[in-house]
């Protein structure tokens, strides 16, 4: 018997595209001689719909989705698709069972995550019940995604006379994520004794990212079926003497990993939403070169414009290298000069900066011309900007609003500055792309005379390490101190974090590729007194 893992990229609210992607994986299937398969949660509707899962009209058009699928299948072909269902007033993520031209029963997912990125409690009801069923002569139990994680309904089905566990997945992407899948499922299967078959969604919605993967585990949790990440696939399982087996994929490095997510995340992002193309704003440092490359990788270097924008502080070689990029990326790239706007505002400002020094806000002034430009440039063209800041810079409110963070979409949001140098190298392994000089020159936002980023930051590895520390790990500033870290640097970087919250707040959404990324994990007051004691 020959079951079909659907890992497909659906699009949140499209219904009737993500209905053809389904029907397109079964027609596939069902010549491939499976007799079941087996589609992500909530595929019918994309994940994560969020409010869209408090509207009434929402779940009429999932039910009408739905009954119209179950008729056009393949008639010999069973099905279970994740779908969100509403009866008698309570809403629930569910998977139906397809059969035989109709919706042949439904399974309630029972435990719902309200945590990091998740949080289904605001829109489903808990659902009680095993679904096991049976298909030549074998008996399949149903789980949703959060359900896998705890013991409760693995258990349950069992009990319920499975002999092999469905998984219908949901799951995005963080750095190790597949490692912690894998450890858990095969928890599951060893205390349920059941073997495992797990179905991921793939693709990007908003800033997570599916990353695919889906796999299968004896009832020892060992793998047996190990599918592609980052990109559809329909898995086949042969399965024989009750376990499920089929092709063993190798999972990718860290830095794969996290730059084909990037690409994926801006792939969908700007595809998803329309967008001809992107714009970026490319200063001859590492940042922008990086998201160029992410961008040309994703759409196509028809679809990348990339735009300099010199002022009188821009070093000759960050013009040579900016222009080297964009000749080895294939894109077209325009130069356009701020010297003479910086030059009107400061005659417009002159008589209300009488007396003042120049300071940070000249340095702010050229950042938002920058900003203007960019954005001019999308109006005009429909191409949308891709900022080009990192989480480092994130983390201390190191960018300018309105300036450099002006823009839609930000590939590297979620990324620590000394994770974009190992990117870079990962990147020209692929292809020499980004200069060498780029790589290895200190980083600057050349706003003024002869300056570093190091002028106003702590060194990139003490800043990673400590955000990562106090960030991620939510360590208290003591207790990074006390793992060897220098006070006045703890001290310093926590500050920075706590105090540009509000920048971060208006900041363009961007890919999430740690456990705690700015936006949907972390959620700290901008009004905030408390300060951690040392």
Same mark, same amino acid.
């Given at each position: ?10 699009t949140v609210g499209d219904l009737d595209g993500n209905s053809r992607k389904i029907m397109a994986m079964a027609v596939e299937a069902d010549q491939a001689g499976a007799r079941l ?5 909530l595929g019918l509707c994309g994940y994560p719909p969020e409010d869209l899962a408090l509207r009434a009209d929402f779940y009429q058009e999932n039910a009408r989705a739905l009954a ?116 858990? $499922?095969? /928890?599951?299967?060893?205390?349920? @004794?059941? !073997?495992?078959?797990? &179905?991921?969604?793939? *693709? +990007?919605? %908003? ?58 995340? $801006?792939? /969908?992002?700007?595809?998803?939403? @329309?967008? !001809?193309?992107?714009? &970026?704003?490319?200063? *001859? +440092?590492? %940042? ?66 009488? @007396? ?164 949907r994990d972390r959620r700290y007051p901008i009004t905030n007194k408390y300060q951690a004691p040392f």
């Open positions: 018997m020959k079951i079909a893992l659907a890992q497909f990229n659906a398969m087996v589609t992500p949660e119209e699928l179950a008729v056009a299948l393949p008639a010999g072909l069973a099905v279970v698709v994740g779908f969100p269902l509403q009866e008698r007033g309570a809403r629930y993520n569910a998977a139906a069972l397809l059969r035989g031209g109709r919706v042949e029963s439904v399974y309630r997912k029972q435990l719902l995550p309200n945590h990091s990125v998740f949080d289904e409690v605001r829109t489903f009801m808990p659902g009680e019940e095993a679904l096991v069923f049976d298909l030549d002569g074998r008996r399949f139990g149903v789980v949703i995604c959060e359900d896998i994680w705890q013991p409760g309904p693995a258990e349950q089905a069992r009990a319920a006379g499975a002999e092999l566990l469905l998984v219908l997945n949901a799951s995005p992407y963080h750095r190790n994520k597949q490692a912690v899948r894998h450890d858990v $499922v095969a /928890d599951r299967a060893m205390a349920a @004794g059941l !073997p495992v078959a797990y &179905v991921n969604l793939v *693709g +990007g919605q %908003d800033e997570l990212v599916f990353d695919g993967g889906s796999f299968a585990m004896d009832r020892e949790g060992l793998l047996t079926a190990q599918f592609p990440l980052f990109e559809e696939a329909l898995g086949l399982l042969d399965l024989t003497d009750a376990v499920p087996r089929g092709e063993l994929h190798g999972l990718p490095t860290q830095e794969e990993g996290v730059y084909r997510a990037l690409v994926l995340g $801006v792939r /969908d992002y700007v595809g998803k939403n @329309g967008f !001809p193309g992107v714009i &970026v704003g490319s200063s *001859g +440092g590492i %940042d922008s070169a990086l998201t160029l490359s992410i961008a040309v990788d994703a759409l196509g270097a028809d679809r990348v414009h990339a735009v300099m924008m010199p002022s009188r502080y821009t070093a000759d070689i960050s013009l040579t290298d900016a222009r080297e990029l964009a000749e080895n990326l294939g894109i077209s790239h325009a130069v356009l000069p701020i010297g003479p706007m910086f030059d009107s505002f400061r005659a417009a400002l002159a008589a209300e900066f009488a @007396g003042l020094a120049e300071d940070l806000t000249e340095e702010n002034i050229q950042a938002r011309i920058r900003g203007v430009l960019l954005m001019a440039l999308s109006n005009k063209s429909g191409r949308m900007v891709l900022t080009t800041g990192n989480k480092s810079e994130m983390a201390a409110g190191y960018a300018t609003l309105y300036g450099d963070m002006a823009g839609g979409f930000s590939a590297l949001k979620d990324v620590a500055k000394t994770l974009v140098w190992r990117l870079a190298r990962y990147r020209n392994t692929l292809s020499a792309v980004i200069p060498e000089r780029i790589i290895t020159r200190p980083p600057s936002a050349e706003l003024r005379p002869d300056q570093t980023d190091q002028d106003s930051l702590p060194p990139y590895e003490v800043l990673d390490a400590i955000m990562e520390r106090y960030m991620e790990l939510d360590m208290a500033p003591r207790e990074i101190v006390a793992a060897g870290y220098d006070e006045a640097d703890v001290r310093r970087v926590v500050r920075l974090i706590d105090r540009s919250e509000y920048k971060r707040r208006q900041a363009a959404p961007g890919v999430r590729i740690t456990q705690r990324g700015f936006g």
